[in-house]
T-cell receptor, first 110, second 113 residues
Framework: GQSLEQPSEVTAVEGAIVQINCTYQTSGFYGLSWYQQHDGGAPTFLSYNALDGLEETGRFSSFLSRSDSYGYLLLQELQMKDSASYFCAVPQYNNNDMRFGAGTRLTVKP | EAQVTQNPRYLITVTGKKLTVTCSQNMNHEYMSWYRQDPGLGLRQIYYSMNVEVTDKGDVPEGYKVSRKEKRNFPLILESPSPNQTSLYFC????????????FGPGTRLTVL
Protein backbone atom coordinates (compact mmCIF):
# COMPACT_ATOMS: atom_id res chain seq x y z
CA GLY A 1 0.00 0.00 0.00
CA GLN A 2 0.90 3.64 -0.06
CA SER A 3 1.68 5.38 3.22
CA LEU A 4 3.64 8.15 4.87
CA GLU A 5 4.74 7.85 8.49
CA GLN A 6 5.72 10.75 10.71
CA PRO A 7 5.77 11.22 14.50
CA SER A 8 2.53 12.55 15.93
CA GLU A 9 4.12 15.03 18.35
CA VAL A 10 7.45 16.74 18.96
CA THR A 11 8.32 19.21 21.70
CA ALA A 12 11.35 21.53 21.79
CA VAL A 13 12.48 24.74 23.44
CA GLU A 14 12.92 28.13 21.89
CA GLY A 15 16.26 28.52 20.13
CA ALA A 16 16.78 24.78 19.73
CA ILE A 17 16.92 22.61 16.60
CA VAL A 18 14.28 20.01 15.84
CA GLN A 19 14.06 17.35 13.15
CA ILE A 20 10.74 15.93 11.94
CA ASN A 21 11.10 12.65 10.10
CA CYS A 22 8.97 11.18 7.36
CA THR A 23 9.21 7.71 5.89
CA TYR A 24 7.18 6.82 2.88
CA GLN A 25 6.01 3.87 0.91
CA THR A 26 4.49 4.89 -2.38
CA SER A 27 4.41 3.90 -6.00
CA GLY A 28 5.65 6.32 -8.64
CA PHE A 29 7.64 8.47 -6.23
CA TYR A 30 8.62 11.89 -7.60
CA GLY A 31 9.56 13.90 -4.53
CA LEU A 32 8.67 14.92 -1.00
CA SER A 33 6.91 18.12 0.05
CA TRP A 34 6.46 19.74 3.44
CA TYR A 35 3.58 21.91 4.60
CA GLN A 36 3.02 23.93 7.77
CA GLN A 37 -0.36 24.44 9.38
CA HIS A 38 -1.03 26.67 12.37
CA ASP A 39 -4.05 25.97 14.54
CA GLY A 40 -7.16 27.26 12.80
CA GLY A 41 -5.26 28.00 9.62
CA ALA A 42 -4.73 26.50 6.21
CA PRO A 43 -1.70 24.43 5.21
CA THR A 44 1.06 26.46 3.59
CA PHE A 45 3.84 25.11 1.41
CA LEU A 46 7.35 25.03 2.90
CA SER A 47 9.60 22.99 0.63
CA TYR A 48 9.96 20.26 -1.96
CA ASN A 49 12.78 17.77 -2.55
CA ALA A 50 12.91 15.96 -5.86
CA LEU A 51 16.54 14.91 -5.55
CA ASP A 52 18.57 13.43 -2.71
CA GLY A 53 20.21 15.89 -0.39
CA LEU A 54 19.53 18.96 1.68
CA GLU A 55 17.54 22.00 0.59
CA GLU A 56 17.89 25.08 2.77
CA THR A 57 15.46 27.96 3.02
CA GLY A 58 16.32 30.29 5.88
CA ARG A 59 15.83 28.58 9.23
CA PHE A 60 14.13 25.60 7.59
CA SER A 61 15.86 22.80 5.69
CA SER A 62 14.50 19.66 4.12
CA PHE A 63 16.34 16.47 3.33
CA LEU A 64 15.56 13.50 1.11
CA SER A 65 17.10 10.05 0.72
CA ARG A 66 15.30 8.18 -2.05
CA SER A 67 17.25 4.98 -1.42
CA ASP A 68 16.02 4.95 2.20
CA SER A 69 12.49 6.22 1.38
CA TYR A 70 13.08 8.82 4.05
CA GLY A 71 13.09 12.54 4.47
CA TYR A 72 13.10 15.10 7.23
CA LEU A 73 12.34 18.73 7.94
CA LEU A 74 14.90 20.54 10.06
CA LEU A 75 13.90 23.67 11.92
CA GLN A 76 16.69 25.74 13.45
CA GLU A 77 16.65 28.60 15.95
CA LEU A 78 13.15 27.64 16.94
CA GLN A 79 10.71 30.44 17.66
CA MET A 80 7.37 30.31 19.44
CA LYS A 81 5.64 31.03 16.14
CA ASP A 82 6.98 27.72 14.78
CA SER A 83 4.48 25.87 16.97
CA ALA A 84 2.27 24.27 14.35
CA SER A 85 1.55 20.99 12.61
CA TYR A 86 3.90 19.87 9.87
CA PHE A 87 2.88 17.50 7.09
CA CYS A 88 4.98 15.61 4.62
CA ALA A 89 3.32 14.90 1.29
CA VAL A 90 4.06 13.15 -1.96
CA PRO A 91 2.68 14.12 -5.34
CA GLN A 92 1.76 11.11 -7.39
CA TYR A 93 1.91 12.04 -11.01
CA ASN A 94 0.74 8.69 -12.24
CA ASN A 95 -2.52 9.22 -10.44
CA ASN A 96 -2.33 13.01 -10.39
CA ASP A 97 -3.19 13.07 -6.71
CA MET A 98 -1.43 14.21 -3.55
CA ARG A 99 -0.93 12.03 -0.48
CA PHE A 100 -0.31 13.61 2.93
CA GLY A 101 1.07 12.16 6.14
CA ALA A 102 -1.01 12.42 9.32
CA GLY A 103 1.06 15.35 10.53
CA THR A 104 3.49 16.15 13.37
CA ARG A 105 2.41 18.63 15.99
CA LEU A 106 5.39 20.72 17.07
CA THR A 107 5.19 22.55 20.37
CA VAL A 108 7.88 25.14 21.09
CA LYS A 109 8.28 26.02 24.75
CA PRO A 110 9.99 29.10 26.20
CA GLU B 1 -4.31 39.41 -4.06
CA ALA B 2 -3.72 35.84 -5.23
CA GLN B 3 -5.93 33.57 -3.20
CA VAL B 4 -8.26 30.60 -2.89
CA THR B 5 -11.62 31.40 -1.35
CA GLN B 6 -14.18 29.04 0.13
CA ASN B 7 -17.74 29.58 1.25
CA PRO B 8 -19.21 29.09 3.71
CA ARG B 9 -16.49 29.02 6.35
CA TYR B 10 -18.76 27.33 8.85
CA LEU B 11 -21.86 25.25 8.27
CA ILE B 12 -24.13 23.23 10.53
CA THR B 13 -26.70 21.13 8.72
CA VAL B 14 -28.83 18.04 9.15
CA THR B 15 -28.56 14.60 7.64
CA GLY B 16 -29.83 14.39 4.08
CA LYS B 17 -30.01 18.10 3.30
CA LYS B 18 -28.05 18.76 0.12
CA LEU B 19 -25.31 21.35 0.37
CA THR B 20 -22.62 22.92 -1.77
CA VAL B 21 -19.30 24.34 -0.65
CA THR B 22 -17.90 26.75 -3.19
CA CYS B 23 -14.23 27.18 -4.05
CA SER B 24 -12.73 29.82 -6.29
CA GLN B 25 -9.14 30.73 -7.21
CA ASN B 26 -7.89 33.83 -9.01
CA MET B 27 -4.46 32.52 -10.05
CA ASN B 28 -5.47 30.87 -13.34
CA HIS B 29 -4.44 27.50 -11.91
CA GLU B 30 -5.24 24.37 -13.87
CA TYR B 31 -5.21 21.93 -10.96
CA MET B 32 -7.74 22.09 -8.13
CA SER B 33 -8.45 19.68 -5.34
CA TRP B 34 -10.64 19.05 -2.30
CA TYR B 35 -9.38 17.58 0.97
CA ARG B 36 -10.95 16.70 4.24
CA GLN B 37 -9.01 16.90 7.48
CA ASP B 38 -9.84 14.76 10.49
CA PRO B 39 -7.87 14.44 13.75
CA GLY B 40 -5.09 11.89 13.48
CA LEU B 41 -5.70 11.29 9.79
CA GLY B 42 -4.15 14.34 8.23
CA LEU B 43 -5.40 15.58 4.88
CA ARG B 44 -7.16 13.11 2.65
CA GLN B 45 -7.95 13.92 -0.94
CA ILE B 46 -11.59 13.71 -1.98
CA TYR B 47 -11.57 14.76 -5.64
CA TYR B 48 -9.23 16.61 -7.91
CA SER B 49 -9.45 18.31 -11.29
CA MET B 50 -6.69 18.58 -13.85
CA ASN B 51 -8.55 21.22 -15.86
CA VAL B 52 -12.00 22.31 -16.97
CA GLU B 53 -14.36 19.34 -17.36
CA VAL B 54 -11.66 16.93 -16.11
CA THR B 55 -12.23 15.54 -12.62
CA ASP B 56 -11.19 12.35 -10.87
CA LYS B 57 -11.57 10.59 -7.54
CA GLY B 58 -9.06 10.90 -4.75
CA ASP B 59 -8.78 8.62 -1.74
CA VAL B 60 -12.18 9.26 -0.13
CA PRO B 61 -14.72 10.23 -2.82
CA GLU B 62 -17.77 8.38 -1.47
CA GLY B 63 -20.67 10.71 -0.71
CA TYR B 64 -19.23 13.66 -2.62
CA LYS B 65 -19.56 15.15 -6.09
CA VAL B 66 -17.65 17.88 -7.84
CA SER B 67 -17.84 19.82 -11.06
CA ARG B 68 -15.41 21.99 -12.99
CA LYS B 69 -17.33 24.04 -15.51
CA GLU B 70 -15.02 27.04 -15.25
CA LYS B 71 -11.31 27.14 -14.58
CA ARG B 72 -11.61 29.27 -11.45
CA ASN B 73 -14.40 27.38 -9.67
CA PHE B 74 -14.51 23.90 -8.19
CA PRO B 75 -17.57 23.37 -5.98
CA LEU B 76 -17.93 20.40 -3.64
CA ILE B 77 -21.42 18.93 -3.46
CA LEU B 78 -22.81 16.71 -0.73
CA GLU B 79 -26.10 15.37 -2.10
CA SER B 80 -27.17 13.65 1.11
CA PRO B 81 -24.82 14.55 3.95
CA SER B 82 -24.31 12.12 6.81
CA PRO B 83 -22.72 12.64 10.25
CA ASN B 84 -19.52 10.87 9.14
CA GLN B 85 -18.95 13.76 6.74
CA THR B 86 -18.53 16.14 9.66
CA SER B 87 -15.03 17.44 9.04
CA LEU B 88 -12.83 20.36 8.08
CA TYR B 89 -12.68 20.78 4.31
CA PHE B 90 -9.97 22.49 2.31
CA CYS B 91 -9.90 23.46 -1.32
CA UNK B 92 -6.49 23.83 -2.95
CA UNK B 93 -5.07 24.79 -6.32
CA UNK B 94 -1.75 24.67 -8.13
CA UNK B 95 -0.49 25.77 -11.52
CA UNK B 96 -0.67 22.21 -12.77
CA UNK B 97 -0.50 18.75 -11.29
CA UNK B 98 3.27 18.82 -11.84
CA UNK B 99 3.69 21.81 -9.55
CA UNK B 100 4.00 20.60 -6.01
CA UNK B 101 3.20 23.89 -4.31
CA UNK B 102 -0.51 23.88 -3.59
CA UNK B 103 -2.33 26.96 -2.36
CA PHE B 104 -5.03 26.22 0.16
CA GLY B 105 -8.26 28.01 0.92
CA PRO B 106 -9.13 29.01 4.51
CA GLY B 107 -11.20 25.88 5.15
CA THR B 108 -14.86 25.09 5.75
CA ARG B 109 -15.88 23.50 9.01
CA LEU B 110 -18.92 21.32 8.38
CA THR B 111 -21.06 19.71 11.04
CA VAL B 112 -23.76 17.25 10.01
CA LEU B 113 -26.28 16.47 12.75
Amino acid sequence: GQSLEQPSEVTAVEGAIVQINCTYQTSGFYGLSWYQQHDGGAPTFLSYNALDGLEETGRFSSFLSRSDSYGYLLLQELQMKDSASYFCAVPQYNNNDMRFGAGTRLTVKP
Amino acid sequence: EAQVTQNPRYLITVTGKKLTVTCSQNMNHEYMSWYRQDPGLGLRQIYYSMNVEVTDKGDVPEGYKVSRKEKRNFPLILESPSPNQTSLYFCASSLSNRVVEQFFGPGTRLTVL
